[in-house]
């Protein structure tokens, strides 16, 4: 048997390493002559010789379990192979590829004791009890929670209507780095001379936890053409930093190049779009985790991706190893 043996979800069988169960199930992707490659839960594709065969102990599922469990590798597999695609073309041209292992590197490098690193703790979560920084991102997240409650936001309502619910999420933007003053635009323009009920309504949806991209659709039409990614991902980010990340698209679009490479991000803003980054950064999340660095929430994992790709933080890596 050789070449791609996958023909569909159903009767492909089930795999688990019997040394290695943390790399979670398996498929068999590809077999040649005396090697075989799986791909793993994990996200990982691993080459096997033929004396290890063993060692792949088949599992048995529902057929229900293994439809879904089949699917997922699967996806996974098409990222593999097209990361493969993505290295042998850098090769090709001379460059190097970073990838998850290297990030992780990299980001070990700055911050050895990694995201409960004292120096990441002064650099970007801060100490509520010392003075607080645009940097900070635990007084940030406390103070547009506590600004934005739906008790504070029908408070405002009754005093203010829809301007005063906007000019609240402005003046907390207004307090952190994740946002840049050009990025408040849009809003401002609202505040301003514009209707603000479609872009209240819209930014209290998201902020109440309203489907994704039927709330963000409405958010990014309700700011208009010169939305920003950071304007309209920010607010829910700070608001609900367990499930959603401040997108800065030009590190992100870096980052999906090897975790997530068939992502497309521009600089134009899309709802779409944006619940398929947020699939990206779970698969992170648990990337991360798998290598025993495990975040806080999305936005240590916003920063995370911004440290680990930034050019000086590679070059100080590659300087050091």
Same mark, same amino acid.
């Given at each position: 048997?050789?070449?791609? $043996?996958?023909?569909?979800l159903d009767?492909? #069988?089930?795999?688990?390493?019997? !040394?290695?169960?943390?790399?979670?199930?398996?498929?068999?992707?590809?077999?040649?002559?005396?090697?075989?490659?799986y791909?793993?839960?994990?996200?990982?594709?691993?080459?096997?010789k033929?004396?290890?065969?063993?060692?792949?102990?088949?599992?048995? %599922?529902?057929?229900?379990?293994t439809?879904?469990?089949?699917?997922d590798?699967?996806? %996974?597999?098409?990222?593999?192979?097209?990361?493969?695609?993505?290295?042998a073309?850098?090769r090709?041209a001379?460059?190097?590829?970073? @990838?998850?292992?290297?990030?992780?590197?990299?980001? !070990?490098?700055?911050?050895?004791?990694?995201?409960?690193?004292?120096?990441?703790?002064?650099?970007?979560?801060?100490?509520?009890?010392? !003075?607080?920084? %645009?940097?900070?991102?635990?007084?940030?997240?406390?103070?547009?929670?506590?600004?934005l409650?739906?008790?504070?936001?029908?408070?405002?309502?009754?005093?203010?209507?829809?301007?005063? $619910?906007?000019?609240?999420?402005?003046?907390?933007?207004?307090? @952190?780095?994740?946002?840049?003053?050009?990025?408040?635009?849009?809003?401002?323009?609202?505040?301003?001379?514009?209707?603000?009920? #479609?872009?209240?309504?819209?930014?209290?949806?998201?902020?109440?936890g309203?489907d994704?991209?039927?709330?963000y659709?409405?958010?990014?039409?309700?700011?208009?053409?010169?939305?920003?990614?950071?304007? $309209?991902t920010?607010?829910?980010?700070?608001?609900?930093?367990?499930?959603?990340? #401040?997108? %800065?698209?030009?590190?992100?679009?870096?980052?999906?190049?090897?975790?997530? #490479?068939?992502?497309?991000?521009? +600089?134009e803003?899309k709802a779409?779009?944006? $619940?398929?980054?947020?699939?990206?950064?779970?698969?992170?999340?648990?990337?991360? @985790?798998?290598?025993?660095?495990?975040?806080?929430?999305?936005?240590?994992?916003?920063?995370?991706?911004?440290?680990?790709?930034r050019? +000086?933080?590679?070059?100080?890596?590659?300087?050091?190893h």
């Open positions: 048997m050789s070449g791609d $043996v996958l023909t569909g009767g492909v #069988p089930l795999f688990r390493h019997s !040394r290695r169960e943390q790399w979670g199930l398996a498929i068999l992707a590809l077999e040649e002559g005396d090697r075989r490659r791909q793993f839960e994990d996200g990982r594709m691993r080459t096997f033929k004396g290890y065969w063993h060692l792949l102990v088949e599992v048995q %599922k529902t057929a229900e379990e439809r879904t469990i089949v699917g590798l699967i996806s %996974k597999l098409d990222v593999s192979q097209a990361r493969r695609e993505l290295v073309e850098a090709s001379g460059k190097d590829v970073i @990838t998850l292992d290297d990030q992780v590197a990299i980001f !070990r490098h700055l911050y050895p004791g990694g995201f409960t690193d004292e120096q990441w703790a002064s650099n970007f979560r801060g100490d509520l009890e010392g !003075r607080r920084l %645009k940097r900070h991102r635990e007084a940030a997240i406390i103070a547009f929670q506590a600004g409650t739906v008790e504070e936001r029908a408070e405002l309502r009754s005093q203010g209507g829809s301007l005063a $619910v906007l000019q609240r999420v402005h003046d907390l933007l207004k307090s @952190t780095d994740l946002i840049r003053r050009q990025d408040l635009e849009a809003l401002v323009a609202i505040i301003d001379d514009g209707d603000p009920d #479609p872009a209240a309504t819209a930014i209290e949806q998201i902020l109440d309203a994704h991209l039927a709330s659709a409405a958010w990014i039409e309700a700011l208009g053409p010169t939305a920003t990614w950071a304007l $309209v920010v607010p829910a980010a700070l608001a609900m930093p367990n499930t959603h990340i #401040p997108v %800065k698209p030009s590190t992100f679009k870096a980052q999906a190049k090897w975790l997530a #490479p068939r992502l497309e991000i521009s +600089s803003v779409s779009v944006y $619940v398929e980054i947020l699939g990206m950064i779970a698969n992170l999340r648990e990337g991360l @985790t798998a290598r025993e660095l495990t975040p806080r929430d999305f936005i240590d994992i916003h920063d995370f991706v911004v440290q680990s790709l050019p +000086s933080s590679i070059k100080a890596w590659r300087g050091g």
